[in-house]
Nanobody, 124 residues
């Protein structure tokens, strides 16, 4: 079992920044590919970014590439998502997830473990 807890969400004006954290406990954190997804009001959960187990590779959704940065610190069992140049359409609940499947890590169904989510609201 892996337990995931997100934090760092909040209310920010358009153009602002936030940093989200996802702290893991349980099984070895470095054994998992970690991803961020988000779900806006009335929308499906969508892929945001993913990072490989030892941070050698990352992938981003087109909508966030160049504005968001995913990272991880395996010594701290923590993954981060730096959100810059925020837009109103970035408003959503942001979830972190853990999977062993790198090739399909952009698909929510590939994830075994999820956190409870943290709300990000961007005012225009």
């Amino acid at each position: 079992q892996v337990q995931l807890v997100e934090s760092g969400g909040g209310l920010v004006q358009a153009g602002g920044s936030l940093r989200l954290s996802c702290v893991a406990s349980g099984r070895t954190f470095s054994g998992y590919v970690m991803g961020w997804f988000r779900q806006g009001p009335g929308k499906e959960r969508e892929f945001v970014a993913v990072i490989s187990d030892y941070a050698r590779s990352t992938r981003y959704a087109d909508s966030v590439r160049g504005r968001f940065t995913i990272s991880r610190d395996n010594d701290k069992n923590t993954m981060y998502l730096q959100l810059n140049s925020l837009k109103a359409e970035d408003t959503a609940v942001y979830y972190c997830g853990a999977t062993i499947r790198w090739k399909t890590a952009a698909l929510a169904d590939s994830y075994t473990y999820w956190g409870q989510g943290t709300q990000v609201t961007v005012s225009s």
